[in-house]
């Protein structure tokens, strides 16, 4: 599975911009997608995942209620809506992909997307 993030850029504090991971290749399901997000000096994070069917969902705790991630199977696309965006959101946002049901570690996903800049500024 070949996966395309892209809708990163800059945007101010308080603002909400949406990113996208055009996915394509491989077996057309079921896959979960989740975003994570690495900012300067500091580890990879996770943000959220969806599963397959795109009813079920996990956030972490730093972007509840701000975040929400959707995904489009007809057009093979995954979005996340980030709100209320922070300086702290600042990162660089990957989507990754694995077979079957979502996970939050990293370490369990198996494709990966090569990332888009989100930069916050106040």
């Not at 909400?16 to 990879?44: D, H, I, M, N, T």
């Not at 079920?56 to 995904?71: E, L, P, Q």
Request: net charge positive; charged share 20%; aromatic share 12%.
């Amino acid at each position: 599975v070949q996966l395309q993030a892209s809708g990163g850029g800059l945007v101010q504090v308080g603002g909400s911009l949406r990113v996208s991971c055009a996915a394509s290749g491989g077996r057309s399901g079921p896959y979960a997608v989740g975003w994570f997000r690495q900012a300067p000096g500091k580890e990879r994070e996770f943000p959220a995942a969806v599963d397959w069917s795109g009813r079920h969902t996990i956030y972490g705790d730093s972007v509840k209620g701000r975040f929400a991630i959707s995904r489009d199977n007809s057009n093979n696309t995954i979005y996340l809506q980030m709100n209320s965006l922070r300086s702290e959101d600042t990162a660089i946002y990957y989507c990754a992909s694995r077979w079957g049901n979502w996970r939050t570690r990293q370490s369990e996903y198996d494709y990966w997307g090569q990332g888009a800049l989100v930069t916050v500024s106040s």
